[in-house]
């Protein structure tokens, strides 16, 4: 698909490694350079063979490598490229105007700029740990390299929508990708909420504001049970055999919340009685988007991935054969990991003097998506120039506008989910609506829906019906499971996918305790789609063709699982839990500090940064047993013991802030407050004020005309006249709001 198109990837971390794997994998020629000077810790073997597949190590000069390549994925610390002799803003401006994709832990500039990082340091800087485990206990890190995934699908999102813009008006462009602000936007609506009320969240274990929406005890493991929506429980509360479940109060979603404990002792017998797989399978029937927690092994044989064929073989180093993920979506003529072709190199295209425009200027987006991650995916691509209408159905509102109907227009996350976007109703059962949706779609470049397979065809809105009406017309379409398959017809959430994909599995304190959610997949699936749009559009760019992506989400919630699967000795090896610990630094932890629910993560990664933390910590830190790696993991236990009474009384910003000036990577566990006071975000002007609320910005920085913020989620229906001057039902006007008039999913 990207045949022609050189990437240079200067390698050092995930991220980098992760961006260039996906233009890799979809057929760009990319070959690596190693700093001479490494500033970060190298892959892990396991995270090499899975994140370098498909690449090459070039011979050539920095400067010659960089002098033929249309995108560079530059992954060095900052400074090193200009340390090289290679000035950034020279290098995009002449001979093949490349694409400079620059992503570092912090950014280009501001106060953290140098900081050293590990994983859980980003985790715990970008606010994700502060959500992970239980409210009672330290804050956990994700197992899955979570923030590094996350930058590495937007430095392809970043990289993908600057060389769409190139071939549009020949720009080079230079990007600035934080690994901290890449991670954040797991947290968007965390972030928009507390600027609206100003309430910190604590951990809540799997909790959600909903009920019932996490995992319970049954006979053979944990299941995830999710109630909406509530046409299809109350179809499946009679198994339970408690009538007062479909009774008042319990009969309602206020009702349930307020009697959570209640609502909950009465369900518990009952699951306890049944199998995961039971569980599962009867809920799904039921329209419910239930699920369970797998293992790897577990995983590795389900029968949706065999059916699809989803998994590859692959041999390391020592001819092993390894078992990875494949492709992250799917195309008619996608083409993921294809045997090499010949390349040859694209000519740069005509340059433009004309004033630069967003990178996505020009393209319109039907979006009809609902609840997170469609429309996260949507809504990154609004903030960067696309006309995005979202196309919403009165009598079934979007979760995310609320179960309330006199709040439908009021809610925080919604106005920051659905910024950038206009909103139509319509009811495409209705032939003059659907007719209405036909006449729109003749002029738009790209329709992306999350419905279960099959929906849009009933509508009407299917791929052939669409490119019938523009034949280059892209269409994305993410489900739950995929378009085929056993699971198929499958629903899903965030909560199902994380548990079914074995993501949960790997989260928890020490092996044998309780897994927990992470609470990251429905946006990271957003980036996925995002993701997908771009390589459809790229791919149109260079041959005219139209697309039909096919997303599961329960594949790219294991695709983020790539390093961990790579290191299994075989498909029936489930990896031990770890907590806050890492399997070769030590320590590794996440310490208590002053005050209620603060804390500080720590990673010492060599026998020097040892020696520069004991320095800190004193003569309790200095016995000669803990001067080797491998005396500190032998003796893990007591060294945490050692690390927590010593940061117990002390401030964990200002105590970050001294370990940091000595190199080591100390990470805050950063709370929605915390980073809306951070000073390194207002460096770099990172939220943003728009109307009524504070947002938060955007996942990555162009030189020019990048990213803005033009609108807040729009109401219901508020542009039905711009599009609709005319219509027999007179849609032409705002829908009626009143309660009686609109339906929603949770009641």
């Known amino acids: 698909m990207f045949s022609g198109l050189r990437v240079l990837e200067l390698q050092q971390h995930l991220a980098g490694a992760l961006c260039g794997r996906l233009f890799a994998g979809w057929g760009a020629d990319v070959r690596t350079i190693l700093p001479a000077d490494p500033a970060f810790q190298p892959l892990s073997p396991e995270a090499s063979l899975w994140a370098n597949a498909g690449k090459q190590a070039t011979t050539d000069a920095l400067a010659d490598a960089c002098a033929t390549a249309d995108l560079i994925i530059d992954a060095w610390a900052p400074g090193a490229l200009e ?100 991670a954040m936007q797991n947290i968007e609506i965390i972030l928009a909420e507390y600027a609206h009320h100003g309430r910190v969240a604590r951990r809540n274990g799997d909790r959600h504001a909903m009920v019932p929406w996490r995992t319970y005890p049954c006979r053979d493991g944990e299941a995830t049970i999710i109630g909406g929506p509530i046409r299809n429980w109350r179809k499946i509360a009679p198994r339970f055999g408690e009538p007062a479940l479909l009774e008042p109060p319990l009969s309602t979603a206020a009702g349930r919340i307020e009697h959570r404990e209640r609502f909950e002792s009465l369900i518990r017998p009952w699951l306890a009685s049944q199998t995961r797989e039971d569980l599962f399978h009867l809920g799904q029937a039921n329209g419910l988007a239930w699920s369970y927690v797998a293992t790897l092994p577990e995983v590795l044989r389900d029968a949706q991935h065999q059916a699809r064929g989803y ?16 492709a992250p979506w799917r195309g008619q003529h996608l083409r993921w990991d294809a045997p090499p072709t010949q390349r040859t190199p694209t000519p740069p295209p005509a340059a433009t003097d004309a004033p630069a425009t967003p990178p996505l200027a020009g393209c319109r987006i039907l979006d009809f998506t609902h609840d997170w991650a469609g429309p996260h995916a949507a809504r990154v691509l609004g903030d960067f120039g696309a006309e995005v209408i979202k196309v919403e159905f009165h009598g079934r509102l979007d979760g995310m506008r609320g179960a309330y109907p006199e709040r439908v227009n009021g809610f925080p996350r919604f106005w920051q989910l659905h910024r950038n976007k206009q909103s139509i109703t319509l009811d495409l059962k209705h032939p003059d609506d659907r007719a209405l949706c036909h006449a729109l779609v003749r002029d738009t470049d790209v329709v992306l829906e999350n419905g279960r397979p ?29 378009a085929t398959g056993p699971y198929q017809g499958y629903a899903g959430y965030g909560g199902t996918l994380e548990a079914i994909s074995g993501v949960q599995s790997l989260t928890a304190y020490a092996e044998g305790e309780t897994p927990y959610r992470v609470r990251e997949m429905d946006v990271i699936n957003g980036m996925f789609g995002a993701a997908a749009v771009m390589s459809a559009l790229l791919q149109r760019d260079a041959n005219g063709t139209g697309e039909h992506v096919d997303l599961s989400e329960n594949e790219t919630s294991i695709w983020t699982l790539g390093a961990i699967l790579a290191g299994l000795p075989d498909a029936q090896t489930q990896p031990a839990a770890l907590g806050n610990r890492h399997p070769q630094h030590a320590p590794q932890g996440c310490y208590p500090c002053e005050g209620e629910d603060r804390w500080l993560t720590l990673c010492i990664r060599d026998d020097a940064e040892w020696a520069r933390l004991a320095a800190h910590i004193g ?40 370990l940091q000036a000595d190199g080591l990577a100390a990470g805050t566990v950063m709370n929605a407050a915390d980073l809306h006071a951070s000073d390194h975000l207002a460096a770099r002007a990172w939220f943003i004020t728009h109307e009524k609320l504070t947002v938060p910005g955007f996942p990555f920085h162009f030189a020019s005309a990048g990213g803005t913020v033009r609108s807040l989620g729009p109401d219901l229906g508020q542009d039905n006249a711009r599009h609709f001057v005319q219509h027999p039902r007179g849609l032409a006007a705002q829908p009626d709001l009143s309660p009686d008039k609109l339906g929603t999913a949770y009641v």
């Open 311 to 326: 998994f590859q073989q692959h041999p390391d180093a020592n001819g092993h054969t390894r078992i990875l993920p494949g």
């Open 83 to 182: 340390a090289a002799g290679i000035d950034p803003t020279a290098l995009v401006g002449n001979g093949r105007r490349p694409v400079l994709c620059r992503i570092t832990p912090f950014g280009q500039s501001g106060p953290w700029r140098d900081f050293a990082a590990e994983e859980i340091t980003l985790y715990a800087l970008a606010g994700l740990m502060n959500s992970t485990g239980d409210g009672h206990r330290a804050p956990l890190n994700a197992r899955p390299p979570l923030a590094s995934v996350s930058a590495g699908l937007y430095g392809f999102i970043a990289s993908a929508m600057a060389l769409h813009r190139r071939h549009r008006d020949g720009r080079g462009e230079c990007i600035d990708l934080s690994i901290q602000e890449a």
């Open 619 to 658: 003569d309790d830190a200095l016995r000669p047993e803990w001067r080797t790696v491998e005396g500190r993991r032998a003796d893990h236990d007591a060294i945490d013991t050692v690390i927590a009474d010593w940061t117990r009384s002390q401030d964990t910003l200002a105590l970050m802030a001294s």
């Open 454 to 482: 099959g929906v849009m065809a009933r509508l009407g809105v299917d791929y052939d019906s669409l490119r019938a009406l523009k034949p280059d017309i892209i269409l994305a379409s993410l489900s739950a499971f995929g």
